[in-house]
């Protein structure tokens, strides 16, 4: 049938019989019948003898191809006609190949192709749709899957929110146990300080209470004597005047076993919050070196931080909460322990007192004595080999106690560390020191 414009017939002659698309690199047989070269070779491929038209079916003699020139020509005029005509028509997209409008759409490359795509070789067995109903298609698919997205989504907007709940609860839970443990922690230091304030009163009373049952003891072994040493008649004389000697009072042992119990409840309290003391190298006097463990302060040289006192800082450093660490002095002469601000001046003279951010006791040869301002001396009942340091953050109370006995040896008045963090502090003048693990 003829076409129904000049250029759809310039089209059709201008397209390849064998794959249906502008001719390349067009050749003409014998018969007079053209088709592109690499189709008419792949066409005879495997005949040996003759070889036919593919169009009419005459014997070809020759495979001689003459290349047609003038069709190649035509065949390009063709293209451009095309192309105008596409875009005189208002068409915008077209294929790319034919320079036709892209009318299907290959399902199984899932690219919209033209009619001339559709009778070729490439897409000839692979199932097309028109392009028009392929967005209603895909709009249905498109549908389908955002339903199932906007489920998922509805799925993790649930579980975040339940994320959410269980987080809110947990802060709560945590906040009310944190609550619980600070009333606790109040209840016990309020306790503690109360048993503290008993022990001492107890202690004194009980000192008192010995020292007079001692005294009235001391008189009866006297009294006793003495009439030992009077002839026997006048001792028989005086045999009913003797007095047995008064056991010491159920009160005063009951007394003294609630001291022992409290004592040891207090110890067993306090090593809750024993601290793992280190010392810091980098704050070290350049002639005071640190054992490998850091625990150990002896004398000769490591550069760094104190140049005028053999001091040094350790390695912890606490803001909040109760701790204790225990310093091994042994017999030493003269050492200072205690506790110290971090921002504490390092460089040249210091003032080794609460004014000058230190907190420490002292000793120099037979004289102990606290580092306040001016020093407190100190008379201990017996000479320390082992100080425990006490620091109250909260409270800003520094306390110190002879580790061997327990006994009390000087308690600071209250400061405000609010804000600063708080570091042991040691000095040592000419003999080593250890602190306890």
């Known amino acids: 049938m003829a076409a129904e414009n000049p250029v759809e017939s310039l089209q059709d002659e201008a397209t390849c019989p064998i794959c249906l698309e502008y001719f390349t690199e067009p050749v003409t047989?014998?018969?007079?019948?053209?088709?592109?070269?690499?189709?008419?070779?792949?066409?005879?491929?495997?005949?040996?003898?003759?070889v036919y038209c593919p169009q009419c079916r005459e014997t070809v003699q020759q495979r001689n191809l003459r290349l047609n020139r003038q069709l190649a020509n035509m065949v390009e005029i063709a293209k451009r006609l095309s192309l105008q005509a596409k875009k005189g028509s208002g068409v915008e997209k077209v294929c790319e190949?034919?320079?036709?409008?892209?009318?299907?759409?290959?399902?199984?490359?899932?690219?919209?192709?033209?009619?001339?795509?559709?009778?070729?070789?490439?897409?000839?067995?692979?199932?097309?749709?028109?392009?028009?109903?392929?967005?209603?298609?895909?709009?249905?698919?498109?549908?389908?899957?955002l339903k199932t997205?906007?489920?998922?989504?509805?799925?993790?907007?649930?579980?975040?929110?339940?994320?959410?709940?269980?987080?809110?609860?947990?802060?709560?839970?945590?906040?009310?146990?944190?609550?619980?443990?600070?009333?606790?922690?109040?209840?016990?230091?309020?306790?503690?300080?109360?048993?503290?304030?008993?022990?001492?009163?107890?202690?004194?009373?009980n000192v008192t209470k010995l020292s007079e049952e001692i005294s009235r003891l001391s008189e009866l072994i006297s009294e006793m004597e003495g009439k030992c040493q009077k002839p026997a008649s006048e001792f028989l004389c005086e045999k009913g005047k003797f007095q047995q000697p008064v056991a010491?009072?159920?009160?005063?042992?009951?007394?003294?076993?609630?001291?022992?119990?409290?004592?040891?409840?207090?110890m067993e309290t306090l090593r809750k919050f024993k601290a793992n003391v280190t010392l810091d190298p980098n704050m070290a006097?350049?002639?005071?070196?640190?054992?490998?463990?850091?625990?150990?302060?002896?004398l000769p040289d490591n550069p760094e931080r104190f140049d005028t006192y053999r001091c040094v800082l350790g390695c912890e450093g606490f803001t909040t909460g109760r701790h204790y660490w225990e310093?091994?002095?042994?017999?030493?002469?003269?050492?200072?322990?205690?506790?110290?601000?971090?921002?504490?001046?390092?460089?040249g003279g210091i003032s080794r007192n609460p004014e000058g951010g230190i907190w420490a006791l002292e000793r120099w040869v037979d004289q102990y004595q606290a580092l306040t301002s001016p020093e407190t001396p100190l008379t201990l009942s017996q000479i320390p080999s082992r100080i425990r340091v006490y620091l109250d953050c909260e409270q800003g109370q520094v306390k110190f106690f002879d580790a061997g006995n327990e006994a009390p040896i000087f308690n600071f008045p209250p400061s405000s560390f609010t804000g600063e963090r708080m570091r042991p502090w040691f000095q040592v003048v000419g003999s080593p020191f250890r602190v306890c693990s």
């Open 97 to 145: 190949k034919h320079q036709e409008p892209l009318k299907l759409f290959c399902e199984e490359d899932q690219t919209p192709i033209c009619l001339v795509c559709d009778r070729s070789r490439a897409h000839r067995a692979h199932a097309v749709v028109p392009i028009e109903d392929v967005p209603q298609e895909y709009k249905e698919k498109i549908q389908a899957h």
């Open 248 to 266: 010491i009072s159920p009160e005063l042992e009951k007394r003294l076993s609630d001291f022992s119990q409290k004592t040891v409840a207090l």
């Open 29 to 50: 047989l014998g018969c007079g019948h053209n088709f592109c070269r690499a189709c008419i070779t792949q066409c005879w491929e495997g005949s040996d003898i003759a």
């Open 149 to 205: 997205l906007r489920e998922e989504r509805e799925k993790l907007l649930g579980l975040k929110k339940q994320t959410q709940t269980e987080r809110q609860k947990i802060l709560l839970e945590f906040q009310q146990l944190r609550q619980f443990l600070e009333e606790q922690e109040r209840l016990l230091l309020a306790q503690l300080e109360k048993l503290d304030k008993e022990i001492v009163k107890t202690q004194n009373d």
């Open 327 to 347: 310093v091994e002095v042994g017999d030493g002469e003269f050492w200072a322990v205690g506790v110290a601000r971090e921002s504490v001046s390092r460089k």
């Open 285 to 298: 006097h350049p002639q005071c070196i640190l054992s490998k463990n850091q625990k150990s302060l002896d």
